[in-house]
Each structure stands twice: as structure tokens, then as C-alpha cells.
């Protein structure tokens, strides 16, 4: 990897217009990696300018759908191939280890295929208009598609929304965390390689407070797509309310995991785990609050724990560590303080809690996964997002308790349930205000299933025909076959005119 990464306008890579770069350092050791250049402004304009040009000439979404498939195909083929290296960029500059990385970069490929199929088999619609008239309604691309993308999945987010907006014909400008910048830019150049023309793929790195800015106030766009924290997904919502684009914003959640006593409980505190530390907890989804009914809780919960202390931490590339440090300082920092403010407000931590004292783990923003009891439904730790390595538990009596509690937070991106009934799994579903519930499992994604949340976890949705739509518009085409002639103002008769 080069010394300096570039911004990617137009097909070529460039420097920032004033030269600017920030640094991107190894969380797992507190190393430099790599200087980013600084996206000004300017040369966010020139990338919108470049994307609106690649569409206004027709040079993409002109392509019919097939062959716009046929390069996403290729595209995925040469991905599939550098899994291996972009695996261990992702570990470099975020930290999470190398085996889930690898898992996760592996599925990528899919994504490209899956659109591109949706892509061929779009179809518009023919309304009945009556007698005399034909009306087509054709969806068509929007046109320049701005992607703002987080950190924790930096290329996995980036290819759903990536994916979907190609395959409908966009150009787009991608505008990755500061924290996690390499891949859009090499996955430009990918996608280019592959046959997707110059200026179609457009990504401008930067910090979110400057070219993250700049691009969701640009009044050039046709669309915003965010994932991240809730508080920028009402910034960049607000922005595009204000230039009337739509918006899909991908935001935070407080995921529970709710264990039924009639669950397989070794299967379910394994489960509970990967919802709970997976990414060092540090996603969106999250098994964030574990509730468990009452008569397995003290089951459940000293399993819980046994499990969560036998975690390894380590080096994230190597295969056997099983959780990675946080991203940042400021992260842990953050992580850290959310947990003394829990213990501040009564909650009890069964374990972790702390920065871990091994000298190996000195050097990066290492903290022990944490699981805390004792927490009241007023407690921050209930309703506020940690991203890190920090989960709790808490007992409930019944279904209708399980659901009141499980509803009982601003966010409504997902759940979990565990039983061996089926019956109450669909019960409790119907009655969860969540976008997506696994049952007897977590965190399973595929590119052709919804994925999007209520309440504080935003707005529309990623993956599957859903998120397609959304790169487009309807344009109703009504086509007068009557002979007869019309004229209205030669006549008082009554004519029909709507
Ligand atoms: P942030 O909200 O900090 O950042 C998200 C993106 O927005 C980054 O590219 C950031 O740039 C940019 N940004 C920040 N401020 C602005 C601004 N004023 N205008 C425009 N862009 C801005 O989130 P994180 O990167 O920390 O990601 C973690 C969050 O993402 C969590 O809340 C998590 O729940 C959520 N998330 C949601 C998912 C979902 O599917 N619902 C999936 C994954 C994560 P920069 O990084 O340079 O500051």
C-alpha cells in the first residue's frame, strides 16, 4: 500500500486540492499506517461534477442492464481473488481479527452478482389508464448518489449500498470513515478494471466533519445513503430534506437477545456470545441487552460469563485471537466511560470492565469483554449505544414482559429469540418493533434480505428489491392510441380530461 492514499475523481487518482492528508494508525499498536489525502470541498465538487457528467452522457446507466450485470459479475470475480489482501488491510486499519474479516470479505462477491441479477429481472408496470390509453411506469436511475460509510464494515458497507446503486444505473461518491479509508478507494479502481466507466465511481476521503459535510450539503446529488451514528444520520437526513433528495440512513441499535427457558442453553449462551462480542461489539446489531426469563437467568447468565472470561485478545491477525481491540482511543475511551457511568448509576460488572494489564496488549485500545448486571431501565447503559465490547443481562418473567422490555428503547434495528417454540418465536416477532429478528440466531445477513431499522435506527432499508427501488424513481409514460381527436376549448361539451 502506498504512503499516502488518494482521492479517486474522474478514473485518476489525485491529491486533495490543498495538499491536506490525515493519518490512519494501527489500533491493535498504535502505529501509523498510511497519510489519507483530505478531501476539500473542491474537490468534492469535482467529484460530484465527474459523477453527474458519467451520467448525463449516458455512459452507464445507457448500458443495457445485462451488460451493466456482466461487469458487476467480473467485478465480484476479481474481489473473490484479492480477498486474501483486502482481509488484511481491513485488520490493519480497524482492528478486528483476521478470521472474521476473512468470513466476512469472502460473502462480498455476492453482492455484486445479486444486484446485477436484479438489475436484469427489474421490471416497470402497466397501470390500467382505460380505454385509450397505454401508461408504462419505467424505474429509472436517480442519478449522482452520495455513500457516507462507518468504520466497523467498511468494505461490507460500502458494497451494499455500492451494489444496489450501480446495478440501477447511479454514479455515485463514496465518502468512507477517516477510520477506515482504504478499501473504497482500491475498490474503485476494481470496479473500473472490471469495465465500469470513468467517473461513475467517485470516492472522496476526509473527516466527517469537513468532506463528510461537504458532500451531504451538496445541492448536486440525487440521493444520500448513510450508515452511522444517529446523531449524523439526522445531520446528513436533514441535509437531504433540505435539497428534497431521499434519503436511506443505516443507523445505531441496542440489539436484545431474549432467551426463553425453553431454549437450548449451551446453543443459546453460544449464541449470545457472537451476538454480544463479535467485532469487539462494535456493530450496529449488537446483542447489546440480554434477557433471559427468570428461571434460567442464573443459568444462563454464570455460562455467560464463564464464556465471555475464556475469550482470547491478541494480535488481530492472528487467526486464534477472538477479539481485536476498539477501533480508537477515543473509542475505548468512550467504551470505558460508558461502564464506570453504569457502575456510577448501581449496575454491577460479572466481568471485564477494564482495561486488561497484559504488556503485549499495551500499546493498542484493548478492553475486556464486559458483561454488567443490575441495570435499570433508566440507566444510560439501557438506552445508549456503547459500540464496544459491553453487554447486560437482565431477567424478565413472561412473553408480554420479555416484549415490553425488548421495545423499550429508543432504537429498533434488531432482535433475537431463543426458544425451541415456534409459536411464541412468531408471537414475540409480531410483536417486536424491530426491522429485522433472527430466531435461535444473530447477525445473519444476505444481499436479498431487508435490512433496516425503526425509530432511532433510521430510515429505509439496504439489501434486496427494497433497497434497488431505492436507487430509483418511477417515471409513468402515458401514451393516447385513441383516433379520436380531442380539442376542449372548440367545444362545451363534457369531455374527459383526468
Ligand atoms: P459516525 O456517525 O461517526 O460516522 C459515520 C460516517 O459519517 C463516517 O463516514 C463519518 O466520517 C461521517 N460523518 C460524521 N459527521 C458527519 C457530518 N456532519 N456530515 C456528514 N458525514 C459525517 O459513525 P461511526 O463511523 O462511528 O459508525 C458507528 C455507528 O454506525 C454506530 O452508531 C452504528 O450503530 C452505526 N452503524 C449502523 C449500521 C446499520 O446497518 N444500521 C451498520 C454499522 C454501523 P468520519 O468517520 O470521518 O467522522
Known amino acids: 500500500m502506498a504512503d499516502t492514499l488518494l482521492l479517486h475523481i474522474d478514473g485518476k487518482d489525485a491529491a486533495s486540492s490543498d495538499g491536506g492528508t490525515f493519518e490512519v494508525r494501527n489500533p491493535a499498536t498504535g502505529v501509523p499506517l498510511y497519510d489519507v489525502a483530505h478531501a476539500t470541498a473542491q474537490d468534492v465538487a469535482s467529484a460530484v461534477a465527474a459523477g453527474r457528467a458519467a451520467f448525463e452522457d449516458r455512459r452507464w446507466h445507457g448500458m443495457r442492464p445485462r451488460d451493466r450485470a456482466r461487469i458487476l459479475n467480473r467485478a465480484a470475480g476479481l474481489l473473490a481473488d484479492r480477498i486474501d489482501e483486502y482481509a488484511r488491510l481491513e485488520v490493519l486499519q480497524i482492528g478486528r481479527t483476521i478470521r472474521e474479516m476473512r468470513a466476512q470479505l469472502a460473502r462480498l462477491p455476492e453482492w455484486l452478482e445479486y444486484f446485477g441479477a436484479v438489475a436484469q429481472s427489474s421490471e416497470g408496470t402497466v397501470p390500467d389508464f382505460g380505454e385509450g390509453y397505454l401508461n408504462v411506469v419505467r424505474r429509472v436511475p436517480l442519478g449522482v448518489a452520495g455513500l457516507i460509510t462507518p468504520w466497523n464494515h467498511p468494505l461490507l458497507i460500502t458494497m451494499k449500498k455500492l451494489s444496489a446503486a450501480l446495478a440501477a444505473g447511479n454514479s455515485i461518491v463514496i465518502k468512507p470513515s477517516e477510520l477506515g479509508p482504504a478499501l473504497p478507494c482500491a475498490l474503485a479502481a476494481l470496479l473500473e478494471e472490471a469495465g465500469v466507466p470513468a467517473g461513475v465511481v ?81 456493530t450496529c446489531v449488537q446483542g447489546a441487552r440480554v434477557l433471559v426469563q427468570r428461571d434460567v437467568y442464573q443459568q444462563v447468565v454464570d455460562r455467560l460469563v464463564e464464556r465471555t472470561r475464556q475469550l482470547r485478545l491478541g494480535d488481530p ?56 448486571g443490575d441495570v435499570a431501565s433508566t440507566d444510560d447503559l439501557w438506552r445508549e449505544e456503547v459500540f464496544g465490547p459491553v453487554t447486560l443481562v437482565r431477567p424478565f418473567d413472561d412473553e408480554a414482559d420479555a416484549v415490553a422490555q425488548a421495545n423499550d428503547c429508543p432504537f429498533g434495528l434488531a432482535a433475537s429469540i431463543w426458544t425451541s417454540d415456534i409459536g411464541r418465536a412468531v408471537r414475540v416477532t409480531d410483536e417486536l418493533d424491530v426491522g429485522i429478528v433472527w430466531v435461535n440466531d444473530h447477525h445473519r445477513i444476505d444481499p436479498g434480505s431487508t435490512w433496516g431499522g425503526s425509530k432511532d435506527s433510521g430510515i429505509g432499508s439496504e439489501n434486496g428489491w427494497d433497497a434497488y427501488r431505492g436507487y430509483t424513481r418511477p417515471k409513468s409514460v402515458i401514451i393516447n392510441s385513441s383516433d379520436r381527436p380531442f380539442d376542449w376549448f372548440a367545444t362545451t361539451d363534457d369531455l374527459r380530461y383526468s
Open 202 to 282: 467517485n470516492v472522496v476521503t476526509g473527516l466527517g466533519g469537513s468532506t463528510g459535510r461537504f458532500l451531504s450539503e451538496h445541492r448536486g446529488l440525487d440521493k444520500l445513503d448513510i450508515t452511522g451514528g444517529t446523531e449524523t444520520g439526522r445531520v446528513v437526513a436533514a441535509n437531504a430534506g433540505r435539497s428534497l433528495i431521499p434519503v436511506t440512513a443505516e443507523l445505531g441499535g441496542k440489539a436484545p437477545v431474549i432467551v426463553f427457558a425453553d431454549a437450548d442453553i449451551e446453543r443459546t449462551v453460544a449464541g449470545a456470545l457472537f451476538a454480544a462480542f463479535i467485532a469487539t461489539g462494535q
Open 317 to 372: 491477525l492472528d487467526p486464534r485471537t477472538q477479539i481485536g481491540p476498539v477501533v480508537s482511543r477515543a473509542q475505548r475511551d468512550k467504551v470505558a466511560q460508558a461502564v464506570d457511568r453504569a457502575k456510577a448509576q448501581g449496575a454491577t460488572v460479572l466481568c471485564g470492565g477494564r482495561v486488561p494489564d497484559s504488556p503485549e496488549l499495551g500499546h493498542g485500545w484493548f478492553y475486556e469483554p464486559t458483561v454488567v
